[in-house]
């Protein structure tokens, strides 16, 4: 003798969706689906949530030439913007071609870093008519992945020299 076995929730509502489209042969009823007794269902498992993943830092905000940065103090900047934070190294990048300037760049910034200085100064010129090309492209060299870390602060050293940008570097803890 075959055993039956109690319909879940899941087989009668089944049931009931496919048996509403049927239409029983005449003179007879539609057949109704057995009830099952009421098992009362298992606790539900208990789900731990995994440990977020550790966040990174945000990245720092990007280095804008003659804007105060967050984190340094008024005195700093004031010395920083008028030129009385003295440079402890010079790169200067006049009649360089971009390419060649911008390797030229990076390799006294690492350089910079490497030896612990805090102030560096970039000669890039004022450039003709709106602005030479090196003056446009040393704000994307300094926000660059690998370095912008390492910029604290940039400012022109006075007002009329736009030419030349004093950069102040973070300092390398140990």
Do not use: Y
């Amino acid at each position: 003798m075959r055993r039956s076995r109690p319909l879940s929730e899941q087989d009668r509502s089944l049931w009931a969706a496919f048996a509403r489209h049927i239409k029983p042969l005449p003179g007879r009823a539609m057949p109704v689906a057995p009830l099952a007794p009421t098992i009362t269902p298992p606790p539900a498992p208990v789900v731990v949530a995994a440990p977020m993943p550790p966040s990174r830092p945000a990245p720092p905000a990007p280095v804008a030439i003659g804007a105060q940065p967050a984190g340094l103090d008024a005195r700093r900047w004031k010395e920083l913007r008028r030129g009385r934070l003295r440079p402890e190294r010079t790169l200067d990048l006049h009649g360089r071609f971009a390419q060649e300037a911008h390797g030229a760049f990076h390799a006294f910034m690492a350089g910079a870093m490497a030896d612990g200085l805090r102030c560096v100064c970039i000669i890039t010129g004022k450039g003709s008519g709106e602005g030479g090309v090196l003056r446009r492209e040393l704000p994307h060299w300094l926000n660059g992945p690998g370095l912008r870390g390492h910029v604290l602060a940039v400012a022109h050293p006075h007002r009329a020299n736009t030419g030349s940008v004093h950069i102040l570097l973070r300092r390398v803890r140990v």
